[in-house]
């Protein structure tokens, strides 16, 4: 039995014997586990447990798992949660939409107890490293041309509109922004962004920067050919 640890595990998925195979794993990794088997039932446990993962079902009736993180990244004290869909659906149409619904990672089912362990490791050590979190000497608001960014609230105003995007565009956004002119490979676009231990399909950025566009206008982001992309005032 590993050392008791203090982070905090919401598991999402409408079959019961996938609730108790992952949760038995994870609770013998010294995780805190809690459980749902439904979209808005995970809403609820979510709002009152403040996670730091949820593994959620994509195919559920009702409120199927796209919906529901798209739910989960509407709430302001979630916004720094992970998650990670759990599916047996591996086409990329369907991962491009969970990524576009605010998805951190993919774990496709079947799957072994130790490539899940490790997976959940990985990811969580976002949270040791500090990615999310932000020191008391760092501006909560980064201005660049007619944008203003609010890390705190997650939200861009573009003149007199506040647009919330979804986490990876915000993410995506706030890195290039952050660094006006800078070109950002995509080596290092999938880095900070997804995280070294992420695989994301090939088009991901890609659609994401498309979105952005289509949402903050055509000229802020350039494409550097062969290299990644810049943010331009």
Known sequence: MSETTDYKILLVDDEPDILEFIGYNLKKEGFQVETATNGKDALKTAQSLNPHLIVLDVMMPGMDGIETCEEIRKIPSLKDTLVVFLTARGEDYSQIAGFDAGADDYITKPIKPRV????????????????????????????????????????????????????????????????????????????????????????????????LREKIGQDHIRTIKGVGYKFVN
Request: charged content about 35%; aromatic content about 8%; hydrophobic content about 40%.
């Open 116 to 211: 899940l362990i490790s997976r959940v490791k990985a990811l969580l050590k976002r949270f040791r490293s500090g990615t999310y979190s932000d020191t008391a000497e760092e501006d909560t608001r980064i201005s660049v041309g007619d944008l203003t960014i609010d890390k705190e609230k997650y939200v861009v105003i573009s003149g007199n509109n506040e647009l919330v995007l979804p986490k990876k565009e915000f993410e995506l956004l706030l890195l290039l922004a952050s660094k006006p002119d800078r070109v950002f490979t995509r080596d290092e676009i999938y880095s900070s962004v997804w995280g070294d231990n992420i695989i994301v399909g090939d088009r991901t950025i890609d659609v994401h920067i498309r979105k």
